[in-house]
């Protein structure tokens, strides 16, 4: 079986609920492939793998995974662009895995939309831990008790149901961790949260060091969340943490 055989997971578009969880896994190094795809396997995973962006993409599309698992350093073609076109086609879950350990890569990547960046060499339990992280934080939860449904602040409105943002009364497309850093946020609107508790809370356990992980994710909701010269929505307590802006 070559590199590029896709694990077929039947026919249900859009999945059922028994149906397994899907990585897609972008990625040249047959070594690491079969390491990723024996682990998982185990683990009740489906695997489709692709040795090149034009593919991943295809199979973005017909295989509708949970999770990409995306090398940057793959023949003919620009690892982040391909980051960026999945990111835009798919709110889909995004783990770097890369021999590319600098932080301007690192950061690089979140910007263009990855939830999560590994560095090669990596331990398979460490993967193994973030795949869950990630697929937890990625998938929706239902709204706690003390939350309302639905919090209003000013022209924006958050449905933790749902999930869905609207501003002004049109649609805010965010992506799952994009979601989950504004909902700590809103339902603890006015309260400082400290870095530490926000990368707890939002990426996981053992992120509590990840500050870039937030000042990238809180960029780009100021992005998508405020006009220029309007009063800030997120507020930034330096070298402390960030407040949603109380009413």
């Known amino acids: 079986m070559t590199t590029d055989t896709i694990a077929k997971r039947g026919e249900q578009s859009p999945r059922t609920p028994a149906a397994k969880t899907c990585a897609l896994v972008v990625e040249d190094d047959p070594n690491i492939v079969d390491l990723i795809r024996a682990n998982l396997a185990v683990r009740g995973f489906d695997t489709v793998v692709s040795v090149d962006g034009l593919k991943a993409l295809q199979l973005l599309e017909t295989e509708d995974p949970d999770i990409v698992l995306l090398d940057l350093m793959l023949p003919e073609v620009d690892g982040f662009e391909l980051c960026r076109q999945i990111r835009e086609r798919s709110p889909v879950a995004i783990i770097v895995v890369s021999a590319r350990g600098g932080e301007r890569d690192k950061v690089t990547a979140l ?120 009063a800030p929505l997120i507020l930034t307590q330096p070298r402390a943490g960030y407040r949603l802006a109380p009413e």
Do not use: C
């Open 111 to 230: 910007h263009m939309g990855a939830d999560d960046y590994m560095t090669k060499p990596f331990s398979i339990e460490e993967l193994l831990a973030r795949i869950t992280a990630t697929l937890r934080r990625t998938r929706p939860a239902a709204p706690t008790e003390q939350a309302p449904p639905v919090i209003t602040i000013g022209d924006i409105q958050i449905d933790l149901a749902s999930q869905q943002v609207r501003r002004g009364g049109q649609p805010v497309h965010l992506t799952p961790t994009e979601f989950a850093l504004l909902r700590e946020l809103a339902v603890n609107r006015g309260k400082l949260l400290t870095h530490a508790h926000l990368l707890r809370r939002v990426w996981g356990h053992g992120y509590e060091t990840e500050t870039e992980y937030l000042r990238v994710y809180v960029r780009r909701l100021r992005a998508k969340l405020e006009d220029e010269g309007s």
